[in-house]
């Protein structure tokens, strides 16, 4: 009997998690993290890089005054951050709704199949804030699993092509050796390294002299989840 109320309990918070839109928590704060690292977003928002991991696998969340502090830091509405409803970003009525179509490129192993598929639709206030021209915007799919768990296969990245200066520990779209993939850039001296998130995966230390075979495609600006 015990366990037949607790399995009614636990149904009955997860209809009210899905019903309020909270349950999708975990994809709005991904978005929110516009490419910074785990352990990068904790110190910005003043919270410990295990809080926030477990936020975004789902596994617990937000009190109040967290979801509070992170809307603050990150002048998004508190509103959209807990339940998606309203605008992602705090701006002035008078800049207007509307959707752009960014040209959708096909991620895969080598630089020739880089090409255009189709066009994503988009909504233009999610990237107003980062003052960016459309034309330099490319959309593209994720492929395989060197960026777990921050970014899976099949998810959607939108990138910035005007934006490829390498600040540390960003999202950038790079091309090495003819393969394109996304990676974190981290300088150290006369070398760039590129690190995967999957700890599997070992670092790619390319030097800053002779990057004959190496170029940062663009910064990541935007990561949507694929939830199925």
């Known amino acids: 009997m015990e366990n037949k109320v607790k399995k009614q309990s636990e149904q009955e918070k997860t209809r009210t998690l899905t ?7 975990k994809n709005r704060l991904t978005i929110v993290l516009e490419g910074l690292s785990g352990n990068a977003f904790a110190k910005k928002v003043g919270m410990s890089e295990a809080v926030i991991r477990d936020y975004l696998c789902g596994k617990t969340y937000p009190s109040l005054n967290r979801l509070a502090t992170i809307a603050q830091k990150c002048d998004i509405p ?7 409803k309203g605008e992602c970003r705090l701006l002035p009525e008078s800049q207007g709704k509307g ?13 020739s199949a880089f090409s255009v598929l189709e066009t994503i639709p988009f909504d233009i206030t999610l990237i107003k804030h980062h003052s960016c021209e459309v034309d330099n915007l490319i959309a593209v799919w994720a492929k395989g699993d060197s960026m777990e768990p921050t ?12 934006n490829a ?9 790079v091309q090495y050796d003819d393969h394109i993939s996304i990676k974190r850039i981290q300088n150290q001296g006369a070398n760039l390294v590129l690190i ?3 700890p599997k995966y070992p670092a790619i230390v390319v030097d800053k002299k002779e990057q004959h075979d190496f170029q940062i495609i663009g910064h990541v ?8």
Request: charged residues 15%.
């Open 221 to 228: 600006v935007y990561l949507l989840k694929d939830l199925n």
């Open 99 to 111: 959707s752009i179509d960014i040209p959708f490129h096909h991620l895969n192993e080598t630089n």
């Open 165 to 173: 200066k390498p600040i540390d520990g960003f999202l950038y779209a």
């Open 78 to 84: 508190i509103e959209w951050l807990a339940t998606g």
């Open 151 to 162: 970014i899976s296969n099949h998810d959607i990245l939108i990138i910035n092509k005007a």
């Open 19 to 25: 019903s309020t839109g909270v349950i999708n928590f």
């Open 196 to 198: 995967s998130d999957n």
